[in-house]
């Protein structure tokens, strides 16, 4: 059984920083695509940064750009996103997600599988 298990989430103020990971189980990071998401009340799922592993090759959403970084250590099988200089329009639910090497990163519906994901809020 595969599963996905984000961690890191809270609340800080503008400016402030986190670190996000996602546990896998019943699942290998390496030679796959693996995905954070993003998804604040009222509004789609959006796409926020993604890494194909064994590649090492990172996609990042623009709004993200330059605060936000995507990692991963193929020994702990975790995905990390170190996420700086946080904005109130960060605030959302973050979702880590897992596919194969094929398609693209910034489609969730070419996601296989998905944690539930772990609380952002940024205050002003």
Not at 63 to 90: A, C, W
């Amino acid at each position: 059984q595969v599963q996905l298990v984000e961690s890191g989430g809270g609340s800080v103020q503008a400016g402030g920083s986190l670190r996000l990971s996602c546990a896998a189980s019943g699942y290998t990071i390496s030679s796959n695509c693996m995905g954070w998401f993003r998804q604040a009340p009222g509004k789609k799922r959006e796409e926020v940064a993604a890494v194909y592993t064994n590649s090492r090759s990172t996609y990042y959403a623009n709004s993200v750009k330059g605060r936000f970084t995507i990692s991963h250590d193929n020994t702990k099988n975790t995905v990390y996103l170190q996420m700086n200089s946080l904005k109130p329009e960060d605030t959302a639910m973050y979702y880590c997600a897992a596919k194969g090497r094929s398609g693209s990163w910034r489609d969730p519906r070419e996601y296989n599988y998905w944690g539930t994901g772990t609380q952002v809020t940024v205050s002003s």
